[in-house]
């Protein structure tokens, strides 16, 4: 695709997905940008000097990983039939002993090469779990410089030590807690002030083997006051409706669960509580080590597994497309709206099922073959190849 920067111009999408509160998918409309690349116009004519972008285009907010762990790239597929607790338990896990022999160059180039493969898949927002304390998270701030990406860095301290996570927090604002048990009881209290009273972003892994969830470790995540719940597999109704009504976001990852832990995802658990009327809930890839980072395959995937249980076809498209767009970029803290007066930050995709189809169904099943690229206001694609 090429780029051109369009300023003060009106361009015509065939779809635009719309809003910031909600999302209204919308035929054949004119968007229109004044000089500082700000959305200042939605209509259905556009005029001569515009610039068309085609039928078959769809203008939407960038999509939003809300948790993958960005350094393990750099293991591909080593030791995937070993146990989740061999893999990834920190600090004794495969995973955590190879990070730790590896030098602040090669932190820096896994999670370049994560960042870009999450840029090339439409995403915008990201939760990033990073390991390796200070070093993971200065090779990931650096990485992150030479991407288009909103990154919320949830640093993982190297030791199991308040001090380093205290230090950790300070610096990059962000947690990624292995459990919720990490620091003990007496810590607990010190953690929720950084979350409630500092603003600090705590996420944390919750039930997501049946261990886990024996020891309740939900009830610790809600003294913890974290602000997501990672996988949350083991969860019942009751369990994960606790956590939501605290304001703790719970964060999916369906194809981790199945090919990690051997569990089924909790993506009926989730569409229970949305259709309840709960909206803090996101999607996520997890480990990139071992399942790949694309946010499009993980919505394509949890589609189908929704309408293998029954669920109606544009429900489950809508209630996938919101939890991996607006509902994730604000547990990160991001806007991730497409209205009138916001700057424009957008993902442009080009797919020939789009100047066929308006159903959102189609967009969660054709994202991930489609031709994608990221836009922000000083440029907007114009290019009218065809993708195939």
């Not at 288009?148 to 950790?168: C, F, G, M, N, W």
Request: aromatic share 8%.
């Amino acid at each position: 695709m090429s780029r051109r920067n369009l300023l003060g111009l009106k361009v015509r999408v065939g779809l635009l997905l719309y809003g910031r509160s909600e999302l209204k998918l919308l035929r054949n409309k004119c968007i229109e940008l004044d000089d500082e690349g700000k959305l200042v116009g939605v209509g259905a004519s556009c005029g001569l000097h515009s610039v068309d972008l085609g039928a078959s285009t769809l203008l939407m907010p960038p999509l939003c990983n809300g948790h993958v762990h960005v350094l393990d790239l750099g293991i591909a597929d080593r030791w995937e039939g070993y146990p989740l607790e061999t893999l990834v338990q920190q600090p004794r896990g495969l995973k955590y002993r190879y990070l730790a022999m590896q030098s602040i160059d090669e932190l820096v180039e896994w999670a370049y090469k994560t960042l870009k493969l999450l840029e090339v898949d439409g995403v915008g927002f990201v939760g990033a779990y990073v390991e390796e304390g200070f070093r993971g998270s200065l090779a990931l701030a650096q990485a992150s410089k030479y991407t288009r990406l909103r990154v919320r860095i949830l640093a993982q301290p190297a030791s199991k030590s308040l001090v380093e996570a205290i230090e950790l927090a300070n610096y990059v604002g962000g947690l990624g807690l292995d459990t919720p048990f990490d620091y003990g009881l007496d810590a607990i209290s010190r953690l929720r002030m950084l979350a409630r009273d500092y603003g600090v972003h705590i996420h944390v892994h919750v039930s997501e083997d049946i261990v886990m969830h024996e020891l309740r470790d939900y009830l610790y995540a809600l003294e913890l006051g974290a602000r997501a719940a990672i996988h949350g597999t083991h969860l019942d109704f009751s369990e994960a409706e606790q956590l939501l009504c605290e304001g703790i976001w719970l964060v999916v990852c369906p194809r981790s669960n199945i090919l990690l832990a051997r569990s089924t995802p909790p993506l009926e658990l989730a569409f229970t509580l949305w259709r309840t009327g709960y909206r803090t809930l996101a999607l996520g890839t997890d480990n990139a080590g071992w399942v790949e980072p694309s946010i499009t395959q993980e919505i394509a995937t949890s589609y189908l597994l929704l309408r293998s249980h029954g669920i109606g076809a544009r429900e489950a498209a809508e209630t996938l497309l919101y939890m991996a767009t607006l509902s994730c970029a604000e547990l990160l803290g991001f806007d991730a709206g497409l209205e009138e007066g916001t700057n424009l930050y957008a993902l442009i995709a080009r797919h020939p099922a789009f100047y066929v189809a308006d159903e959102p169904q189609a967009i969660v099943k054709r994202l991930v073959t489609s031709q994608k690229v990221l836009v922000e206001g000083v440029e907007l694609v114009s290019s009218r190849a065809s993708v195939l």
